[in-house]
């Protein structure tokens, strides 16, 4: 079973940068996405990096302010975040599986694997 640990998440002011971190064990994934979820909505997607293919995808919330990398000698995947808003304010999800692209967004039902979760919160 392929387990995924995130970390970074953490208390920021508005304009500020956070690099989540998500670990990788057993095995090393093809596709790894983000998502965040806020309290009272639902679990959206925020980016997404494939090695099937060499896609990503950003949501047209976060694009142009977060990056999403991957070591893959660590089998870590990043995500830095900057110019951060209050409307980041949310937990994020580490998620993975296999043989997928991000040439288009897909729901979470569409990952295998998940993380527990690192809160972040943007606040002055």
């Known amino acids: 079973q392929v387990q995924l640990v995130e970390s970074g998440g953490g208390l920021v002011q508005p304009g500020g940068s956070l690099r989540l971190s998500c670990v990788g064990s057993r095995f090393t994934l093809d596709r790894y996405g983000w998502f965040r979820q806020a309290p009272g909505k639902e679990r959206e997607g925020v980016s997404c990096?494939?090695?099937?293919?060499?896609?990503?995808y950003y949501s047209d919330s976060v694009k142009g302010r977060f990056t999403i990398t991957r070591d893959v000698a660590k089998n870590t995947v990043y995500l830095q975040m900057n110019s951060l808003k209050p409307e980041d304010t949310a937990v994020y999800y580490c998620?993975?599986?296999?043989?997928?692209?991000?040439?288009?967004?897909?729901?979470?039902?569409?990952?295998?694997?998940w993380g527990q979760g690192t809160q972040v919160t943007v606040s002055s």
């Open positions: 998620s993975g599986d296999l043989g997928a692209s991000c040439s288009a967004y897909e729901p979470p039902w569409a990952y295998k694997y």
């Open positions: 990096i494939s090695s099937v293919d060499g896609s990503t």
